[in-house]
């Protein structure tokens, strides 16, 4: 199946500093990969739709000035959340569509973020 | 409004036991999938059945659907404890994205 990487799988930052996650599609074309965020014991909340080349597609709700996303390559995926808060830590999820809309999606492996 | 519900939230069993895991949904779907995630981790894509399926099996896993009632059901087989981990429910309304349902916990004992 197809494999998705993405990095890193855990970071801890200060308050008010950005961290950037990379998500990855190893051996396949994403032409549209999708950000979630996880709490402990929830389910998955779609954050945004990443589209490369263009513009991502945020969920309502979610602040596109504080999570950044850039998809800059058929293979690459960015999330970068600025000027963290203890708010946003979370488990934070990529994953990436091989096929058409509502196909089956593979998922990087997590990244889990701490804010102090 | 949460397009997939699952029940139950979590499930204890005895390895070697079956486990059931159900999910119900809102509006008409394409397609219906079950994925998996271990404590920490990504989620992994068990199965996907389409809307004119009735039942799909893929090795210790069943899983069946009924579009009228709207509800799917994951069935695995003759439990691991490897098996431990979360459920997932996750359905394409049509022509919409997909969208997750809650998780069923399952936890086997060896």
């Known amino acids: 199946g197809a494999v998705v990487s993405q990095h890193p799988s855990r970071v801890i930052c200060k308050s008010g500093t950005s961290v950037k996650i990379e998500c990855r599609s190893l051996d396949f074309q994403a032409t549209t990969m999708f950000w979630y965020r996880q709490f402990p014991k929830k389910s998955l909340m779609l954050m945004a739709t990443s589209n490369e080349g263009s513009k991502a597609t945020y969920e309502q709700g979610v602040e596109k000035d504080k999570f950044l996303i850039n998809h800059a390559s058929l293979t690459l995926s960015t999330l970068t959340v600025t000027s963290a808060h203890p708010e946003d830590s979370s488990f934070y999820i990529c994953s990436a569509r091989v096929g058409g809309r509502g196909e089956k999606l593979f998922f990087g492996s997590g990244t889990q973020l701490s804010v102090l | 409004s949460q397009q997939g519900e699952e029940d139950p939230q979590a499930l204890s069993i005895q390895e070697g036991e079956n486990a059931t895991m159900n999910c119900s949904y809102k509006?008409?779907?394409?397609?219906l999938q079950w994925y998996r995630q271990n404590s920490g981790r990504g989620l992994v894509h068990l199965i996907l059945?389409?809307?004119?399926?009735r039942e799909k099996h893929s090795g210790r896993l069943r899983v069946t659907l009924d579009t009228s009632k709207k509800s799917s059901s994951l069935l695995i087989t003759a439990s691991r404890a490897a098996d431990t981990a979360s459920y997932f429910c996750?359905?394409?309304?049509?022509?919409?994205?997909?969208?997750f349902g809650q998780g069923t916990e399952l936890s086997v004992k060896p």
């Open positions: 996750a359905t394409a309304p049509l022509g919409g994205k997909l969208i």
């Open positions: 509006t008409s779907i394409n397609n």
């Open positions: 059945i389409r809307s004119n399926e």
